[in-house]
């Protein structure tokens, strides 16, 4: 299964899940129901009834999702790390104006 070749047969809402979610790795079940009435058949999953995307599915996933935000000129980060606080030259941990604990 391809997300790419199935991405014009979701709808809408399943669509914006991924968009949302471009990290995860393993659907939830109600995604997965979604996947195989776009496929029209049954499409491998583990036994809680959830798919695993490939890596190639991540970033064609990932793609639309800068796509959209690019059309809408909405910026989005995909990092995991959190940007420093250059207003006070403090982590951002530390930028609540809490001394950090020694």
């Known amino acids: 299964m391809e ?3 199935l991405w014009t ?4 809402e399943t669509r914006q899940w991924f968009m949302d979610h471009t990290g ?4 939830p ?5 979604a996947l195989c009435r776009a496929a029209e ?3 491998p999953q583990d036994p809680h009834g959830q798919i695993r995307l490939t890596a190639e599915d991540m970033v064609f996933i990932r ?15 995909f990092d995991a790390v959190q940007p420093e606080d250059h207003r006070h030259g403090i982590p951002w941990r530390y930028s609540t104006g809490a001394p950090p604990r020694s």
Do not use: E
């Open 3 to 5: 997300i790419r070749s």
């Open 9 to 12: 047969r979701l709808d809408p």
């Open 24 to 27: 995860t790795a393993i659907v």
């Open 29 to 33: 079940r109600t995604i997965s129901a």
């Open 41 to 43: 058949q049954p499409l």
């Open 63 to 77: 793609n639309q999702a800068h796509s959209a935000f690019a059309a809408h000129g909405t910026k989005r980060f």
